[in-house]
């Protein structure tokens, strides 16, 4: 039976609205990107810094509540149906430091402020494809940075971690101040050890890179992706590349030759100039100009604070349903194989199956070691598909199947974190890592988070099923 919260009462010890089901701006207080993911939890405590973080927690304790997190919300694993959510899209510091090359910010901030006040200084943040994710949800995921193959994964760069505890104590956590922590929040922090407040990491010196995309028809599908996969084992670390199949929605938003169309979309970010990428580009375009003329292509130097425009994702909430899983390699088989459970020939609710490049800086381990998922991968594999009426059931059965086809050439044991799915659907919130890794965040979860408060880690937990982690971008 669920606990009364006396909002009147919690009110008095924060400075942030406090809201309950029915209450104005409660609605808006807990929507996410993902709108198929609808919270329904008690309370709702919109958090104005540390400070009102820590009492959240220490009343929730007080009342025996479980309590959930939410800044963004586009990492969501699952609905809250109980207790408190503690939302920090209002904790938005942004501070940079260009001698040290470092940046700390708030836990509600997005990345594209970052990468506007890092820009002013010749530097970069580790951000992903789109610069409208929240920070920290994102890098204590692992985090898949834009540049990943130059520099790794964006929790190979933090440097410190404020956070609240079970215990409803401000916490710095690094490489000095509980070490054991600190491994397990740069890569696991979704296990939920507490509620992260603020995160320190460093900054890359990047003015400019030489990236974009280039748009292919249907009908060279099957020409560009086996092109790509013989054209990545050529690739240095300065090259990070993905391509992906897209079935595009007929809207006047997007551009004329891509609406309601699948298309074929190569991403790359090289870091070097125009020459260089050219020269690094030009075995892949090769094969292509005769089989099958672009129908756009944007790649050119550009300033880092255009990084968008490399992945051109979408930015307004929807509701939708994606998984995910590491592949060891990617033979002329799995190519095929992916073509015939989603290549424009079949009929499927896709919007997008996503081939990612890992290798290169991914797969050395951080300076100092964290507990960052999938570096023994070659490939990630994304499915995702729209979760419109009456398609509730279907696309989570299209999208598995498209990890089932590729399974064979799985990397055993690998999977990315940020790329879990929900909870209910995938092998628990320790999915993402097998044997003596596991079982150790399992434990420090008991150590810090003893009764159990903070989810997603209050979901049983199943072992690792295969190489499959069902996963979220």
């Known amino acids: ?192 050890f507490g509620v992260v407040t603020a995160i320190e990491f460093d900054l890359v010196p990047v003015r400019h890179l030489y990236g974009g995309g280039i748009f292919y028809p249907a009908s060279a599908t099957a020409e560009v992706l086996h092109a790509f996969r013989t054209w990545v084992s050529t690739l240095s670390e300065q090259t990070t590349t993905s391509i992906a199949l897209l079935r595009l929605p007929d809207l006047p938003h997007l551009p004329e030759p891509l609406r309601g169309r699948f298309v074929v979309h190569l991403r790359m970010a090289h870091l070097g100039g125009v020459e260089d990428g050219e020269r690094v580009l030009a075995p892949m375009l090769a094969p292509m100009r005769a089989a099958a003329p672009a129908l756009i292509d944007t790649v050119a130097e550009m300033p880092y604070a255009d990084v968008d425009a490399i992945h051109s994702d979408p930015t307004d909430p929807m509701p939708e349903h994606h998984a995910g899983i590491v592949l060891r390699y990617l033979p002329a088989e799995a190519v095929d194989a992916l073509i015939a459970v989603a290549g424009p020939q079949v009929d499927v609710p896709l919007a997008m199956v996503e081939l990612r490049l890992l290798g290169g800086a991914l797969a050395r381990p951080a300076g100092v070691p964290n507990a960052a998922s999938g570096r023994g991968g070659a490939f990630s594999l994304l499915a995702l598909g729209p979760l419109l009426p009456g398609l509730e059931q279907v696309v989570p059965a299209v999208v598995s199947s498209v990890l089932d086809a590729l399974e064979p050439f799985a990397a055993p044991g690998t999977a990315l974190a940020n790329f879990q799915g929900s909870l209910e659907a995938s092998a628990g919130p320790y999915g993402s890592w097998s044997g003596a890794d596991a079982g150790r965040l399992h434990q420090l979860k008991d150590r810090y988070d003893p009764a159990g408060m903070f989810g997603p880690g209050r979901f049983p937990t199943r072992p690792l099923s295969g190489a499959v982690a069902a996963g979220s971008a």
């Open 1 to 192: 039976m669920p606990t009364f919260v006396d909002a009147v009462a919690l009110a008095g010890r924060v400075r942030g609205p406090v809201l309950r089901p029915g209450d104005d701006g409660f609605t808006a207080e807990i929507a996410g990107f993902n709108s198929a993911i609808v919270h329904q939890p008690q309370v709702v405590v919109g958090a104005t810094d540390a400070g009102d973080v820590a009492a959240a927690v220490g009343w929730a304790g007080e009342h025996g509540l479980p309590v959930a997190v939410q800044s963004t919300g586009h990492g969501q694993l699952s609905a809250v149906h109980d207790g408190m959510l503690i939302t920090t899209r209002r904790l938005d510091e942004v501070w940079v430091d260009p001698v040290a090359r470092r940046a700390r910010v708030g836990a509600g901030v997005r990345w594209r402020r970052v990468i506007d006040a890092a820009a002013e200084h010749g530097l970069a943040p580790l951000n992903g494809s789109s610069s409208q994710v929240g920070v920290v949800g994102y890098t204590l995921g692992g985090g898949l940075p834009v540049l990943a193959r130059s520099y790794g994964f964006a929790a190979d760069h933090v440097r410190a971690v404020e956070l609240v505890t079970a215990d409803g104590l401000v916490r710095r956590i690094d490489a000095e101040h509980e070490p054991d922590l600190f491994w397990a929040l740069r890569g696991a922090g979704r296990i939920g």
